[in-house]
């Protein structure tokens, strides 16, 4: 296990002082919890950062003025009605030909 070393105010040393007190828990105990939540919200936040650019990179919409959600939801309606008619046709299609038999 490795070991760090800070400096910190007094004020927040009285305050890990006061918690450790209050709840029979170290100061250690307090820092590392800190540091842990700390490190997965900071990762999540340059996680997203990076997604963001390379999804902008790539030609995602960036400072663009946003689609409202109407216009989303009928484009995506489009879309799923387009798969739906095109699935029944292709089933149409298949149920129409004719079946070959063992010898034709």
Sequence with gaps: MAMLTLRISDDLNDRLTMMAEKTGRTKTWFVKKLIRQGLDDLE?????????????????????PSIP?????????????????????????QKTRPSRKAGD
């Design 44 to 64: 999540e936040e340059m996680l997203l950062e990076i997604m963001y650019k390379e999804f902008v990179a790539e030609g995602g919409r960036g400072n663009e």
């Design 69 to 93: 959600l109407d216009e989303l939801e009928a484009f995506f309606a489009q879309e799923d009605l387009e798969d739906q008619t095109a699935k029944k046709r292709s089933e149409t299609a």
